[in-house]
Nanobody, 118 residues
Framework: QVELVESGGGLVQTGGSLRLSCAAS????????MGWYRQAPGKQREFIAS???????RYADSMEGRFAVSRDNAKHTIDLQMNNLTPEDTAVYYC????????????WGQGTQVTVYS
């Protein structure tokens, strides 16, 4: 059974930092692409950042600078370091694993809540 499990969410004050982690299991390969997304109440899910198995990163324009994505292929994990958080960062944060060659796979975690208070 393929699973992506996020952890590290919680309550943080404005200006604070959090580090999210996502652990993948149930596959016998390294996910070619893993990424982070978030969904705030009443808004669509939005892309934050992704990283390939080779370490190539990509960020949403509004996220680069405060957020940093990294992964450990040996541990099948991906992390998201978030700094200088504001209440606008309050959302459920999701991990995603994608494989675009056969078999094509696209899995999401259940999400972890991040709440930033002022």
């Amino acid at each position: 059974q393929v699973e992506l499990v996020e952890s590290g969410g919680g309550l943080v004050q404005t200006g604070g930092s959090l580090r999210l982690s996502c652990a993948a299991s149930g596959v016998n390969f390294i996910w070619p692409v893993m990424g982070w997304y978030r969904q705030a109440p009443g808004k669509q899910r939005e892309f934050i950042a992704s990283v390939t198995s080779g370490g190539l990163t990509r960020y949403a324009d509004s996220m680069e600078g405060r957020f940093a994505v990294s992964r450990d292929n040996a541990k099948h994990t991906i992390d998201l370091q978030m700094n200088n958080l504001t209440p606008e960062d309050t959302a459920v944060y999701y991990c995603r694993g994608r494989r675009i060659v056969t078999p094509v796979l696209d899995y999401w975690g259940q999400g972890t809540q991040v709440t930033v208070y002022s």
